[in-house]
C-alpha cells in the first residue's frame, strides 16, 4: 500500500557541466551508467568501492584504474557533494551543517557525538508536510522531496569533514549510527529514503548495519510495516501524547491514523523484540502531556509492546507555543515509566546553542534576527540553570 505524496520531486543527476553525479545510484544503476561508456562490468565494484568505501571525491585517484579509464569517467561523471553554507560547533561538541543542494535549497544535517560512538541526524525533505505544534521544522512549509542522492551525501559529508574514510580505522569512527531524525517525515519520501539507505547499507561501501539505523515517523501507519519488512531498520515512533484528543492538537497526522492504528501497526513491525525494541519519542510540554496520569497511561498503552520511552525536554525555539517542564517533574514522569519496566532515559539536550537539538532543525534559509537569536539564547541560559543542565 503507498502514499500519495505530492511534494514537489527534483532530480540532481547533472552538474553545470552537464555530468551526471554517481552518488545515489544504486549498485545496478552505476552498472548500466558504465555500461553505456563501454566499460566492463567488473569495473562496477571497483567504482562503487572507491565511491562508498574510500569515499573518492576525484576519478584521479582511483589508482586501481587505468588513466584511460578515470579520463573517460571525468569526461562523462562527478562524484559531488552539497556546498556547506554554515558549518557550526556546539560548546557541548555536536556539530551541525547547513547544506545547499544544486538547485539552492538548504537543509540541515546534525553530527552527535558520544563517548564511544556518534550518530548523525539525517534530513529526508526540505521542510515539512507536517505541522507538528513543538516542532520548528513543522513552520516551515514543505518545498520538496530530497532525492536518494541528497540523502546519501549527507552522510559522505559528514564523514569528509570529520575525516573518517580509509585510513581511518572503523573501531575509531565518532559516526558510527544514521538516525532518519531530520527534516521531513521520512516514510512520506519512502522510496528516496529506502533507496539511500540500502546504499549506505550496502556491505562494499559504507557499510553502516541496519541495527544502527534508526527511522522514525510521526505516524504513516501504512508504510511502517513495508519499512521493516524492506528495510529492516530500526523504528522509532513520535507519540508525544496519551490520548487522540491531545495528539489530535499537537501531531495532526493523527487525525488520519489515531493511536489505536498506530500501535498497532507497531505491535506489527517485523522484527522487533525485546532485542529490538520499538522507541517512542515523548516530548515533554509544561502543563501539556507531563502529568502523572500522562505517565501512568503510556504504560497502559504500551503495554505487551516491546518497547522503551525517550523522554525529551523540549528545546524552545522563536514563537514556540510551549515551554519545557521543570526537570523534577520529567524525573517523576521517568519514574513511573520505569517502575513499570520501560526503559525510559532522559534524553540530554545537545546542541540547543546551535539550534541543534531535537525539534530546532529549519533551514537557515529562512534565518533569525538578531533579536531572535538573543531570545533563544536567553531562553536556553535561564532553562539550563534551573533544570541543572550546564
Given at each position: ?8 520531486t527534483f532530480a540532481p543527476t547533472l552538474d553545470s557541466d552537464g555530468k551526471r ?242 500501535l498497532k501497526s507497531c505491535r506489527d513491525y517485523p522484527g522487533s523484540s525485546n ?23 503510556l504504560v497502559k498503552l504500551l503495554r505487551g509492546l516491546p518497547a522503551k520511552i ?81
Amino acid at each position: 500500500m503507498g502514499i500519495t505524496n505530492h511534494a514537489k520531486t527534483f532530480a540532481p543527476t547533472l552538474d553545470s557541466d552537464g555530468k551526471r553525479n554517481l552518488i545515489g545510484l544504486s549498485y545496478d544503476e552505476l552498472g548500466e551508467a558504465l555500461a553505456a561508456l563501454g566499460l566492463e562490468a567488473f569495473r562496477t565494484k571497483q567504482i562503487w568501492s572507491w565511491i562508498y568505501h574510500h569515499g573518492a571525491t576525484d576519478f584521479a585517484t582511483m589508482s586501481t584504474l587505468a588513466k584511460p579509464v578515470r579520463d573517460k569517467l571525468a569526461a562523462h561523471f562527478v562524484i559531488a557533494r552539497p556546498s556547506i553554507s554554515q558549518d557550526q560547533q556546539s560548546e557541548d561538541g555536536t556539530r551541525k551543517w547547513l547544506l545547499k543542494m544544486t538547485d539552492g535549497q538548504e537543509v540541515e544535517c546534525v553530527h552527535i557525538p558520544e563517548e564511544d560512538r556518534g550518530a548523525l541526524c539525517v534530513s529526508s525533505q526540505v521542510g515539512c508536510t507536517l505541522t507538528c505544534r513543538f516542532c520548528h521544522t513543522g513552520t516551515q512549509r514543505l518545498v520538496r522531496n530530497l532525492e536518494a542522492s541528497e540523502i546519501v551525501m549527507q552522510i559522505m559529508l559528514a564523514r569528509d569533514a570529520l575525516k573518517e574514510w580509509p585510513p581511518f580505522p572503523a573501531e575509531d569512527r565518532r559516526l558510527t549510527n544514521i538516525v532518519m531524525m531530520g527534516m521531513g517525515e521520512p516514510l512520506y519520501n519512502y522510496d528516496n529514503v529506502a533507496k539511500a539507505l540500502r546504499i549506505v547499507m550496502h556491505g562494499e561501501g559504507i557499510a553502516i548495519s541496519k541495527r544502527k539505523i534508526t527511522l522514525s515517523t510521526s505516524g504513516v501507519v501504512p508504510m511502517i510495516h513495508r519499512c521493516g519488512e524492506e528495510l529492516g531498520v530500526n523504528l522509532a515512533v513520535s507519540l508525544h501524547a496519551v490520548t487522540d484528543e491531545l495528539r489530535d492538537q499537537i501531531v495532526p497526522i493523527n487525525r488520519k491514523y489515531p493511536i489505536r492504528d498506530l500501535l498497532k501497526s507497531c505491535r506489527d513491525y517485523p522484527g522487533s523484540s525485546n532485542a529490538r525494541r520499538i522507541t517512542f519519542e515523548y516530548i515533554m510540554l509544561k502543563g501539556v502531556n507531563d502529568s502523572p496520569a500522562d505517565a501512568r497511561q503510556l504504560v497502559k498503552l504500551l503495554r505487551g509492546l516491546p518497547a522503551k520511552i525517550n523522554l525529551i525536554p523540549f528545546n524552545p525555539w522563536p514563537g514556540a507555543p510551549f515551554e519545557c517542564p521543570d526537570w523534577s517533574v520529567i524525573e517523576t514522569f521517568g519514574d513511573i515509566v520505569n517502575a513499570a519496566g520501560y526503559a525510559s532515559p532522559i534524553r540530554t539536550p545537545r546542541g540547543r546553542d546551535i539550534m541543534a537539538a531535537c525539534g530546532q532543525l529549519k533551514s537557515a534559509s529562512l534565518r533569525f534576527s538578531a533579536a531572535e537569536k538573543a531570545k533563544i539564547e536567553s531562553i536556553i541560559k535561564e532553562k539550563e540553570a534551573g533544570q541543572g543542565l550546564n
